[in-house]
């Protein structure tokens, strides 16, 4: 297993997001429209793969949110790779990279269909309230992790 830092031109991260927005697509049905507008990978400079003997086989990101915190984005396991401990190790990966850039916290949106996802970043993140363009959005739920 390695993980490689790079951006959002990396044609392995384009193809493993464009697995994770088919499968969004499914699992959020008619609200995927409105989470999809903010889930564009042309402004994320901060990007991670992760390869098994080669392969690309996971992915998450960062971007600014404000001076202080930075949203953890596109994060994504092929599901015959999920239980290995690969989106754990993606967020860590992300979350060193985004307190050498000067962020002090690590915030995240996902959505309440995303059970797995929100078991996994119950472990170390805590529930805060709806944040920017969710605010008010019953079917999101956010977390914030100092870093």
């Known amino acids: 297993m390695k993980i490689l830092k790079t951006n959002s031109e990396n044609q392995d991260f384009v193809q493993l997001v464009k697995m994770l927005d088919?499968?969004?697509?499914?699992?959020?049905?008619?609200?995927h429209a409105?989470?999809?507008?903010?889930?564009?990978?042309?402004?994320?400079?901060?990007c991670v793969v992760l390869y098994e003997a080669e392969n690309p086989v996971a992915c998450g990101a960062i971007k600014r949110y404000d001076q202080e915190s930075a949203e953890l984005k596109r994060m994504f396991v092929i599901p015959e790779f999920r239980g290995k401990g690969y989106a754990s190790k993606i967020m860590q990966t992300l979350e060193s990279w985004a307190k050498d850039l000067g962020f002090r916290s690590m915030i995240l949106e996902t959505g309440i269909g995303q059970t797995d996802a929100i078991q996994m970043y119950k472990k170390t993140y805590q529930i805060i309230e709806n944040y920017g363009p969710y605010e008010g959005v019953a079917t999101s739920v956010c977390f914030k992790k100092t870093l």
Do not use: P, S, T
């Open 22 to 31: 088919e499968y969004l697509a499914f699992m959020d049905g008619e609200d």
């Open 34 to 46: 409105f989470y999809d507008q903010f889930n564009k990978i042309d402004v994320l400079n901060h």
